[in-house]
């Protein structure tokens, strides 16, 4: 009888230690934690930010500082400031967000440069794999008297925005919808000769081996003899 006494009581105290260092260590990481919002996944420029695009997780104290947002209401609606970019589970700074803009793609230019929207059902274009600040070259390919002529017209197009057929922008960690109008930054001066190559012939779209290089601008093949086509 005594035995069993002592099991019961040894038992309880176990319990009652297990209970008391739980507890504790409840408190203790209560103190010491933060619930804050981060990134789901990859956030490049200019994205706006949407419930699909955080989750909450619990970080450190010490880890975060008075320029991080820490509720997600701080954090919905603003944009990716140009040149950032949030990696997956990052947090949100205060100096990679920025409030609401009016035109979300001409934030893209540089100087010289206009927005050009090439639309699906007009061109020859695989948008499936396409995403924003990817180059393009243009092709152009035409039935002349004597023969038919297809040659480079533009190089290194970038892409500013993709947006699906009512004109809604589609995000980069979309991969279902499909883009019909595909924007394009080019320079000034080459709008009329595309203007007048969707007139006079067929345009292709093409993803160069340099896709993702950065700075580059879009080029006129004016060496080309279908240029004579489209002056």
Known sequence: MVKKIILIVVGALAL???????????FNYSEHY????VASHQLYQRTK???????MIEVPKEYLGSDVYFRKEDVL???VKMSYSLAKGSLFYKGALE????DLANSYL????????LYANEVKINS????VDMYVDLYLSINTNDKPLSDLLISDCRITGLYDSQGKRIMNYDYETKAYIVSLAIQEDQVNYLNK???VGNISAIVSSETYEVGKRSVLNSESEIIEYVK
């Open 16 to 26: 009652a230690a297990s209970l008391f260092f739980a507890i504790s260590a409840y």
């Open 34 to 37: 933060e619930k804050v919002c």
């Open 49 to 55: 930010i949407s419930e699909e695009d955080l989750k």
């Open 77 to 79: 609606g603003k944009y």
């Open 99 to 102: 409030e609401d803009i009016k």
């Open 110 to 117: 540089n100087k010289g440069e206009v927005n050009f929207d």
């Open 128 to 131: 499936g794999g396409l995403s």
């Open 197 to 199: 190559a969707l007139m």
